[in-house]
T-cell receptor
Framework: AQSVTQPDIHITVSEGASLELRCNYS??????LFWYVQSPGQGLQLLLK??????LVQGIKGFEAEFKRSQSSFNLRKPSVHWCDAAEYFC???????????FGKGTRLHILP | GAVVSQHPSRVICKSGTSVKIECRSL??????MFWYRQFPKQSLMLMAT?????????EQGVEKDKFLINHASLTLSTLTVTSAHPEDSSFYIC?????????????FGPGTRLTVL
């Protein structure tokens, strides 16, 4: 079955430290992959997306993600986090012939001052 | 950009009443709109997919008679929660898409917090 898994429910990093949020997918073909961020009580904002081509995707707010087919992963990275990055992060994916996308359960990012 | 709005942002209603939530794509035409429900500290669960001018496709376990979806134009979809009960209290989020996943992505509204007393 198609699925998107975010293994970490909570992640805590210090301000200024690097960040990596994990995402694994299970799809038969190359999926369409997304990372969204949700601040408390808000909707979702698209950080970046991967459809095809270059496996390293640059997004907004200094985020990037790398598609690794061999590991079925699409991890989100940022070299130096800021306090305002504290939020819930969702990885999502969709199949080739299906317009629906499936969301992971989310990872809540906490930033230590 | 692609902006999606939702109205109202918050609504409180009495048990047994109906509530309508609007989702609008402000600067593009959306061939497809999606309605999600998000429980506290949980992920988004797709409720239904609506295409302009046709009936919505509901996910398994979602009561179509309770959650009425209308997609009357390329910029507006509405979700009506009929005979609302406290267990319907949730955060409802819509998204709008210009094309399929191969050409575009979903743009999300800010969500509507529904509280049923």
């Amino acid at each position: 079955a198609q699925s998107v898994t975010q293994p970490d429910i909570h992640i805590t990093v210090s301000e200024g430290a690097s960040l990596e949020l994990r995402c694994n997918y299970s799809y038969g073909a190359t999926p369409y992959l997304f990372w969204y961020v949700q601040s408390p009580g808000q909707g979702l904002q698209l950080l970046l997306k991967y459809f095809s081509g270059d496996t390293l995707v640059q997004g907004i707010k200094g985020f990037e993600a790398e598609f690794k087919r061999s590991q079925s992963s699409f991890n989100l990275r940022k070299p130096s986090v800021h306090w305002c990055d504290a939020a819930e992060y969702f990885c999502a994916g969709g199949g080739n012939r299906d317009d629906k996308i499936i969301f992971g359960k989310g990872t809540r990012l906490h930033i230590l001052p | 950009g692609a902006v999606v709005s939702q109205h109202p942002s918050r609504v409180i209603c009495k048990s047994g009443t109906s509530v309508k939530i609007e989702c609008r794509s402000l600067d593009f035409q959306a061939t497809t709109m999606f309605w999600y429900r998000q429980f506290p500290k949980q992920s988004l669960m797709l409720m239904a997919t609506s295409n302009e001018g046709s009936k919505a496709t509901y996910e398994q376990g979602v009561e179509k008679d309770k959650f009425l979806i209308n997609h009357a134009s390329l910029t507006l979809s509405t979700l009506t929660v009929t005979s609302a009960h406290p267990e319907d209290s949730s955060f409802y989020i819509c998204s709008a898409q210009k094309g399929g996943p191969s050409t575009d992505t979903q743009y999300f509204g800010p969500g509507t917090r529904l509280t049923v007393l």
